[in-house]
């Protein structure tokens, strides 16, 4: 009588494409050689077979009548319970598939590689919290006198922008904040914007400031989504607006005819209304 | 079981701020949390085949967060300190994407690849075979909870039943591939050596 092969057991790892490529070759040529670790591949492919092909009938249903506190659940999954209290939990484990699911829901959901959902979505979850009725968060960027690199990064080629608040979005919840922009050429040539909530909607409100020649030339004008206001000349302090802002990309032209490229300052809201 | 050392000082200070309606605590758990949140359901997006995208993903971390913090974050404060916080957090995520799935009349059927997952001849199975396959299903735990140990019916049931990999289970009970290979196999021995489920096999 031939001794038991002592590699039998190494047949599911093999079946189921879990060794390395030198330990699968070492298998398999073992294989060749080895009446009963075919025998028992044989057996393995159709007995998992057999069980893969049982698990698409539906999951029993409660099989237990004293399911685990879904926080002992949580302990076991994160490897936290002592040797004991894990003994116990798996001994529930194995006769429970409704508890066995919970904690498999847990480990697939844990772990793997990291996704960042943004400020943005967390400034939304917070203002929902807040039951703020109403927020605005305002990005900024510029074309035409200045060079855009990205939405996040507000760099104007002849001037120099500040954005406040930092960081490059702001978000304005209540009628008391705003989100402002200002921008300077250095030569006395600026640009101020703020976006505020008027009767709980965004609307932007501007100054342009400059030599008097400058501001007579000057003209405004804003296409939203949702319409156009303008072109205008700002008033004689320079002021335009307020304008309405909708979610999405709403374009300020400012205009300064002649030599002068058109300036363009887009302003992305998402607006968010739930109570 | 009592209370174990998985509460740092820190998450204490963060649950404390929570439960007294702090709003600071709202940005402080956003700011550490954010992240493990929606890898979760970017994880829950992929396992069940939700379908989501970005902007889907986004409204349910916004339901997410909702469900996690309102209330005096009534749902975080039913936790204990058995297990560790994010593990609970998982927990209150993976629950907030399931009932959007059922919302959205989606049912929940995990999508991994699985060889022996072969959609075109479920579409093609008789309702016998779907009674067979119930029969030869009750059979089956019944042997589990007859004959094998608890450990072994866990790993059967996570790797047949579940689709996880011999890898994955394997690092879940700290133990080598190759000990995983033998403690199943040494299962579907004894399933395999069991009457009521002989038959199946056989016949397999």
């Not at chain 1, 342009?208 to 939203?224: D, P, Q």
């Amino acid at each position: 009588m031939n001794t038991p092969c002592d590699r039998t057991e190494l047949v599911p790892a093999y079946a189921e494409g879990e060794m390395s490529g030198e330990e699968r070759r070492s298998f398999e040529e073992h294989l060749a050689s080895c009446e009963e670790c075919s025998r028992a591949l044989e057996q393995y492919r159709s007995l998992s077979g057999v069980l893969r092909d049982a698990a698409r009938s539906e999951r029993p249903r409660k099989t237990s009548s004293d399911c685990l506190d879904p926080e002992v659940l949580a302990a076991y999954a994160d490897r936290s319970l002592e040797d004991d209290e894990r003994a116990v939990v798996e001994r529930h484990l194995a006769n429970c598939p409704r508890c066995l699911s919970e904690v498999a829901e847990l480990w697939r959901i844990e772990g793997g590689s990291s996704h960042d959902p943004g400020e943005l979505a967390a400034e939304r979850a917070l203002a929902r919290l807040r039951g703020q009725s109403s927020v605005a968060i305002v990005r900024w960027a510029a074309t035409g006198l200045t060079v855009v690199r990205d939405f996040s990064e507000t760099v104007f080629g002849a001037g120099t922008a500040e954005v406040w608040p930092e960081p490059a979005f702001s978000a304005v919840r209540s009628s008391q904040e705003e989100a402002r922009l200002s921008w300077a050429d250095g030569a006395g040539t600026e640009l101020r914007c703020s976006v505020a909530l008027v009767r709980g909607r965004p609307h932007l409100v501007g100054r342009f400031g400059g030599e008097r020649e400058t501001l007579a030339r000057a003209t405004v004008a804003l296409v939203s989504p949702e319409g156009r206001w303008g072109p205008e000349s700002p008033d004689a302090g320079g002021r335009f607006g307020p304008w309405p802002l909708v979610r999405g990309r709403n374009r300020l032209t400012l205009s300064l005819g002649g030599e002068r490229a058109t300036f363009e300052l887009a302003i992305e809201v998402e607006q968010e209304g739930r109570p | 079981m009592s209370p174990r050392g998985h509460v740092d000082s820190e998450t204490e200070e963060l649950v404390r701020l929570l439960r007294s309606g702090d709003e600071r605590g709202w940005e402080i758990f956003l700011s550490r949390y954010r992240r493990l949140i929606y890898s979760a359901i970017h994880r829950v997006n992929g396992r069940y085949g939700a379908g989501w995208d970005e902007a889907d993903m986004e409204d349910v971390f916004e339901d997410a967060v909702v469900k996690l913090l309102r209330n005096r974050g009534k749902a975080l404060a039913s936790w204990e300190g058995r297990c560790r916080f994010e593990t609970w957090i998982y927990r209150i995520v993976r629950n907030v994407c399931i009932d959007r799935l059922r919302r959205s009349a989606r049912r929940p059927e995990p999508t991994e690849s699985d060889a022996s997952h072969d959609l075109d001849r479920v579409s093609r199975d008789s309702f016998a075979g779907d009674r067979g396959r119930r029969d030869l299903r009750m059979s089956l735990e019944q042997a589990i909870r007859n004959v094998l140990t608890p450990r072994e019916a866990i790993a059967v049931r996570l790797i047949y039943f579940e689709g996880f990999t011999y890898r994955e289970v394997a690092s879940r009970f700290g133990m080598s591939v190759g000990a995983m290979s033998g403690l199943v196999y040494r299962a579907l021995a004894k399933l395999r050596a069991d009457g009521g489920l002989g038959d199946g096999l056989e016949g397999s």
